[in-house]
């Protein structure tokens, strides 16, 4: 990949930080905050084409994906698309990942549904809010809170999402109405109702899951092309994988043709999306109060509405986009800067409110369809926002007969990947303390989604300070006793050192009077920042006491013992 298109995501500086902050207006700081200007100006025709055909595919993906994950956050479809352009162009310019794509995501738009109360007028200004607390972590430097978050937290989290929008999308799929969203009453009130399934929604819905399912498999299983092959192969290969790639809009588009066959003969067998709002959104400030039957209510008002929301949200959303950009980053071989994904990520929501979006993040999904069709730099978003509006521009009425059991099959296909049963396989191998928070995540998140991820965080946390005040040693014995920790020294592991050391000595202390041996402590952890000089830690025995050995071995023992000191070697 040439120098320029490798070059996103490189410019964080190596140097102090005083030196960056003192030439924040220099070229480097200018192009760290634009990583546009790493690479236009070397952008080609050949990258142009690359772009355009990554954007289309991923513009055919999104769509259909929007107007299903309206329904998972419980807004009008219209909310999906008007979701789905804002972060194409605020990452065209900000964007340090050629791969990453910013939308609606099964994720966030669950959170959205759980948080906004089904409100359009709510879901924007959560977005907005979101945005500014993203855009605030970003400019203060804070991606690194994002660490304390770990991964058996993140996967817990990930697994019940999962579980929560696919089962939530089972209504759709057999034609069930009038289900409720909380999910234990979702699980009963599905299972009591299945005798009312409408046959031609669940024959259609499983028809769209197989046809995904039969594509996917097609597209994973297609070989590379080569310069050497025939044109005629060349040109299949091609199409095959062109289908593959827009399957979710080439499944909908198929469902939308069945149910308006039926419709023009009078006879309609399945539950349909229905009107959707024509024309682009609205440019308006985002809804700080909403006006009801029952009286105003306030911004205020609202923001208690939310809650733990506007911190869940933020989170969960960088959380998603930064993992999405980490990971392809690692596999195409280029670095991203965290830090600018957060303004990144910010000001799309933050900008997007203004456009009656909710909030958004990174999706793994599109972002796989962007890096699979050989895109080059965030160009090709372009294309991808520009076919949204272009949708939303003119083809709103024809979203009216797209049925909800084919919109529930993309999302049932979407969602299920992201269940991943081998990460339990992993930590029981690795460290099946690990599973705690991890199971602890995954059952907290189907009562509330905050409460699982706050429990998770805590049991995460309370494990890395259990290491911390308690860590491992090793052990060297000989006339000398060496203790030395795997670890960093740490004030809460002071007791516990302490009696590690108490223990050992008069263990050696008991074995044998005649030749006792010192007890010594080896701490090769790097230095602490307030000092240069390191710290040895030890047993402090005086002459007195060791003439005196042979003769009261067990007291000189004990009295040593309880001198334990620190002191600086210099």
């Known amino acids: 990949m040439p120098s320029s298109v490798m070059a996103l995501g490189q410019g964080r500086s190596s140097g102090p930080r005083m030196a960056s902050s003192a030439c924040c207006c220099c070229p480097a700081a200018v192009q760290r905050r634009l990583p546009i200007l790493a690479w236009l100006p070397s952008y080609s025709l050949q990258w142009l084409k690359m772009d355009f055909i990554a954007g289309l595919s991923v513009g055919l993906t999104a769509i259909p994906q929007a107007l299903a994950y309206a329904e998972v956050a419980g807004l009008p479809p219209q909310y999906g698309l008007y979701s789905a352009f804002m972060g194409c162009f605020v990452y065209f310019f900000l964007g340090t990942s050629r791969d990453v794509t910013l939308g609606p995501t099964a994720i966030m738009s669950l959170l959205v549904s759980f948080y906004t109360f089904h409100e359009p007028a709510y879901a924007v200004l959560l977005a907005f809010l979101s945005g500014c607390i993203q855009l605030a972590m970003g400019v203060l430097h804070l991606g690194f809170l994002l660490d304390f978050i770990s991964c058996p937290v993140i996967n817990g989290f990930t697994s019940a999402a999962t579980v929560t929008i696919g089962f939530g999308q089972i209504k759709n799929l057999l034609g069930l109405q009038n289900i409720p969203r909380q999910f234990f009453l979702q699980v009963y009130h599905t299972f009591l109702r299945i005798a009312e399934t409408r046959v031609g929604d669940a024959i259609l819905g499983l028809v769209c899951m197989l046809l995904l ?35 979710n809009a080439l499944v909908v588009s198929f469902a939308a043709l069945v149910a308006y066959s039926f419709e023009v003969t009078g006879y309609q067998p399945f539950i349909l999306t229905g009107e959707t709002a024509d024309g682009l959104p609205p440019v308006r400030t985002p809804p700080f109060s909403v006006t009801t039957a029952n009286g105003t209510i306030s911004f205020t008002e609202m923001v208690q509405d939310m809650g733990a929301g506007l911190a869940v949200v933020s989170l969960v959303g960088l959380l998603e986009s930064i993992a999405v950009a980490k990971a392809f980053a690692s596999q195409n071989n280029y670095r991203i800067d965290a830090n600018q994904e957060l303004l990144a990520i910010g000001l799309t929501n933050v900008l997007g409110s203004f456009v009656s979006s909710y909030p958004v993040t990174g999706s793994f999904g599109r972002t796989a369809v962007n890096a699979q069709s050989g895109v080059c730099t965030p160009a090709g978003g372009l294309v991808t926002g520009v076919l949204v509006l272009l949708s939303l521009d003119y083809l709103t009425s024809l979203f009216y007969y797209i049925p909800k059991s084919a919109l529930a099959a993309v999302i049932i296909m979407a969602v299920a990947p992201l269940f991943d049963t081998k990460i339990f396989r992993t930590l029981w191998r690795v460290k099946r303390l690990d599973l705690l928070p991890l199971c602890v995540t995954f059952l907290l998140c189907f009562w509330e989604v905050q409460y699982g991820i706050l429990a998770g965080a805590l049991v995460s946390l309370l494990m890395l300070l259990h290491s911390a005040a308690r860590p491992e040693t090793k ?15 740490s004030f809460p592991a002071m007791e516990a050192l302490r009696e590690e050391i108490l223990s050992r000595a008069l263990e050696g202390a008991w074995a044998g ?58």
Not at 218 to 236: C, N, Q, T
Request: aromatic share 8%; hydrophobic share 40%; proline share 10%.
């Open 513 to 570: 009077a005649k030749s006792p041996r010192h007890a010594a402590w080896s701490w090769s952890a790097p230095m602490s920042a307030a000092s240069t000089t390191p710290w040895c830690w030890g047993l402090a025995s005086s002459s007195r006491t060791s003439r005196s050995r042979a003769s009261s071995w067990p007291s000189w023992a004990c009295r040593s013992l309880f001198s334990v000191s620190c002191c600086p070697l210099t």
């Open 213 to 247: 399912l039969v594509l996917k498999l097609m597209r994973d299983h297609v070989p590379p092309v080569h310069p050497e092959m025939p044109l005629g192969v060349r040109l299949s290969h091609g199409l095959v994988w062109s289908a593959t790639t827009a399957r």
């Open 475 to 489: 052990v060297s014995e000989g006339p000398v006793l060496v203790l030395q920790p795997a670890s960093g020294l």
